[in-house]
């Protein structure tokens, strides 16, 4: 198929040449005819798959025809981020339509929102929090909307948005197309769905498979030769970038920390951070400063890094859909990628369920010269929570987390010795640079989009 068969409007025909797409992936192909004819469409897609493309060119395409001055589109996307990216998508697709795109959410500034908004613009990328303040002021108006799209709806829901997204449904015209994106369909998407949705059109692709240009493997370790294993597997591994996942943000933030020490380009990303480090550790990473993001399932969300080589699961994730998440943040739209998970004895149940979903048997690995028989530290494992104090010793309930925190450098890992550290795995200036566009958050506080 070829992007020429949907007839778009040249302006936003160019904007599809100038982004360099030739081929449609699977979800543009059966979603984009689907929009283009007018009813409403739920999307089963996950990152990574074209869907911001699926909505955004029939959008533009739409919005190309009719008056202009008015938000005529509205997307709704969890968090700050995914804004930014659905934002920058539809400036890059639009560029030649003259279309005019605002981002809004919270964490930053609301003047230069509401200048923006009062300039005109057609379409507006919102998370639910700061579209509700613009509502609740007035500085918004939804009355002439056209096109809702609700993406990612199930981290909006896993994030608490739900009510928010009632709350703002209330206030636009009735008569509208709707589209809804997620990667998941449990209960509770379906309902909203149903809510939102009439005679919808339902365009379902690889709701559980990774990209195939994905390949993976496991790596069987004893848990605290976790962070040893994978300086070893970073030693030895062409990475280009490399996304790591902790399962809590205090692994994150300890692990990038340990990363650094050994003489990595790297940076941690976890809730804690004010809204100036994490972006500055997002844009390090996007423009190859930093070589290896650590970050949690939550702080990771909607994160568009394209070029990531490699995703490393140094703990594996409590669901198959989160693993098939968090792989899809590699090998995205036919560039190849790989996807490591560190493996305790513990983690056999979620393995299978991840094989079984997968329909495939992941690879096991022994990386060779690794010393797996190095005894756990007598007394503290890495991560490990301090011991319990004895019931009877009050004096002992003090001394518990100080022993934990001092134990804890007993099993840091040696530096690398030759290949892999700053400097190493990329050519001199690194990747090219992010090609996101205007308005990225320059401060304010982490989070949530209100
Ligand atoms: P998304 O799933 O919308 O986050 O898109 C994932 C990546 O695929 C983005 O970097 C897009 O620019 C890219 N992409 C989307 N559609 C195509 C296409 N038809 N051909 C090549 N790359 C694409």
Same mark, same amino acid.
């Given at each position: 198929?070829? +992007? ?25 192909? @059966? ?32 919005l190309?025809?009719g008056k202009r001055g008015f938000v005529r ?13 659905? !934002? ?10 003259r279309l005019r795109?605002v ?14 908004l009062r300039r005109g613009a057609e379409i /507006? ?16 108006d939804?009355?002439r ?48 769905? !149903? ?6 059109? %339902? ?46 943000? !205090? ?42 993001? /650590? ?29 098939? !998440? ?13 996807? +490591?998970?560190? /493996? ?18 992941? @690879? ?33 309930? %003090? ?52």
């Amino acid at each position: 198929m070829e +992007f020429s068969e949907f007839k778009f409007h040249q302006r936003v025909a160019a904007g599809v040449d100038a982004a360099g797409y030739t081929t449609p992936t699977p979800i543009q192909a @059966e979603a984009i005819p689907a929009v283009m004819a007018g009813g409403d469409v739920l999307g089963l897609a996950q990152t990574g798959t074209g869907k911001t493309a699926a909505f955004a060119l029939p959008i533009l395409h739409r919005l190309m025809e009719g008056k202009r001055g008015f938000v005529r589109a509205l997307v709704i996307a969890p968090t700050r981020e995914l804004a930014e990216q659905i !934002h920058t998508s539809i400036c890059a697709l639009g560029k030649q339509t003259r279309l005019r795109s605002v981002t809004v959410y919270g964490g930053v500034g609301v003047n230069p929102q509401v200048e923006k908004l009062r300039r005109g613009a057609e379409i /507006v990328v919102a998370c639910p929090g700061r579209l509700l303040d613009h509502l609740g002021q007035g500085t918004i108006d939804l009355s002439r909307l056209e096109v809702l799209v609700l993406d990612e709806a199930d981290q909006m829901f896993d994030m608490g948005f739900f009510p928010d997204i009632r709350r703002i449904l209330k206030q636009l015209p009735a008569e509208r197309q709707n589209l809804l994106f997620s990667a998941t369909m449990p209960d509770e998407i379906r309902h909203l769905a !149903h809510e939102v949705l009439r005679d919808p059109v %339902t365009v379902q692709v690889g709701n559980t498979a990774p990209p195939v240009t994905v390949s993976h493997a496991l790596y069987p370790v004893e848990q605290h030769l976790k962070t040893p294993l994978l300086l070893e597997l970073l030693q030895h591994t062409d990475t280009e970038s490399v996304l790591v996942f902790t399962r809590t943000k !205090h692994r994150a933030k300890r692990l990038g920390e340990q990363l650094e020490k050994a003489g990595y380009r790297a940076a941690s990303l976890q809730g804690n951070l004010s809204q100036n480090r994490r972006q500055a550790a997002l844009d390090g990473f996007r423009n190859g400063t930093f070589q290896i993001l /650590v970050a949690t399932d939550i702080a990771a969300r909607g994160i568009d890094v394209s070029q990531v080589s490699h995703v490393i699961n140094y703990d594996i994730p409590d669901t198959v859909e989160a693993y098939v !998440h968090r792989i899809g943040r590699t090998g995205r739209a036919a560039r190849s990628g790989d996807a +490591f998970t560190l /493996v305790t004895g513990e983690d056999a149940a979620m393995v299978r369920s991840i094989e079984r979903t997968l329909k495939q048997s992941l @690879e096991r690995r022994r990386l060779e010269g690794f010393d797996y028989a190095v005894p756990a530290p007598k007394k503290n494992t890495e991560f490990a929570r301090p011991p319990r104090p004895p019931r009877s010793s009050p004096a002992g309930r %003090t001394a518990g987390p100080a022993a934990g925190r001092g134990a804890r450098t007993a099993a840091a890992p040696a530096p690398p010795a030759a290949k892999g550290p700053a400097g190493q795995g990329r050519p001199a200036g690194g990747r090219p640079g992010p090609t996101a566009g205007p308005g990225r958050p320059r401060n304010g506080r982490s989070g949530r989009g209100r």
